[in-house]
């Protein structure tokens, strides 16, 4: 296999560290469940191990140091939640958060040195309802906004797509774009629930106008739909804007059965949106593409959808 289809992943018991408390759906077994499945992945799939924590620089590519701040000083002292809303956290989640969003780069770095072509994160807590000033949802750093700065800072790049499937809207991922001209943001999430944004008429602002792409999808709509949607709208969206480097938020939440959403996508939706990003990094990136771990709350849904993913990384 060369090495620009050679695909990576990256998980970690560490995760399980962030403790969200009894009954929350973002919870330590859901990613103990998915940690089981991806150890069965053949060995073809290159392992990266644990990995840096973020530096305090590096989180501030995307986020305000007053925020930063906060989620230091909140979790040490304790709390149960950040003071910014409904984020669940617990004495370890500031330093997981960290290690979590420096897994990425370093995925980045990975993939940019040519050493992989395609890697998956399968870290958390999540992060693309987290905006530069406010933790949101389940999500404490904006991980895939991170990286976006991190591409263009420390590896010299212009243009970078983010690609975000999730049953919900990444709200916090759009608003630290929404008037960048050179990252593409992309959203694929059922309309009307949380964080009920992501409107499609949302189209950008200023010099990030046509920047910003929102394609709300009905409640209990199959994958046919969204792939529909792809071919009229995302495909040719990333074709004008000729990505140097894709990455994409995967949540599973959007899968059949998921206690958080109504969607009703299969694994093969998430197969083929994989492929279908895949083609895309191939034809304008390089090949260059990371994606990290988002939604998904059945866990045997999430790991049967994620094992897809990562398959499908490498086709």
Request: net charge negative; aromatic share 8%; proline share 4%.
């Amino acid at each position: 296999m060369s090495e620009l289809n050679q695909t990576g992943v990256h998980f970690a018991a560490d995760y399980e560290r962030h403790d969200t408390g009894p009954g929350h759906p973002e919870s330590a077994h859901r990613y103990r469940v998915l940690r089981a499945a991806l150890e069965t992945l053949p060995v073809e799939i290159k392992r990266l191990a644990t990995a840096r924590r973020a530096t305090v620089a590096e989180i501030l590519l995307a986020h305000d140091h007053s925020y930063h701040d906060l989620v230091y000083r909140d979790t040490e002292t304790l709390a149960d939640f950040l003071r910014t809303g409904d984020t669940a956290i617990c004495e370890h989640s500031y330093d997981v958060a960290l290690e979590a969003c420096g897994a990425m780069l370093t995925a980045i770095d990975t993939v940019m040195a040519g050493e992989l072509g395609t890697v998956f994160c399968a870290v958390r807590p999540p992060g693309h309802h987290a905006s530069a000033t406010r933790g949101m949802g389940f999500c404490v750093f904006n991980h895939v906004a991170i990286g976006a700065r991190y591409l263009q800072a420390r590896h010299g790049l212009q243009r970078v797509a983010i690609i975000d499937w999730d049953v919900h809207h990444g709200n916090g991922t759009e608003e630290i774009f929404i008037e960048e001209p050179n990252v593409l943001y992309i959203s694929l999430h059922e309309e009307h629930i949380y964080p009920y944004t992501g409107a499609a008429a949302n189209r950008g602002r200023g010099a990030g106008l046509g920047m910003n792409l929102n394609i709300p999808l009905p409640r209990h709509s199959s994958g046919t739909l969204a792939l529909a949607a792809w071919d009229a709208q995302v495909g040719p969206a990333m074709d004008a804007f000729k990505p140097e480097f894709v990455l994409v938020s995967a949540g599973f939440d959007a899968r059949l059965n998921d206690p958080i959403g109504s969607l009703r996508w299969d694994d093969e939706t998430f197969a083929e949106l994989t492929r279908r990003c895949v083609s895309l990094a191939r034809r304008w990136s390089c090949g260059r593409l990371v994606s990290v771990l988002e939604g998904g709350y059945e866990p045997a849904g999430l790991a049967s959808a994620a094992i897809a993913h990562v398959l499908a990384l490498g086709q």
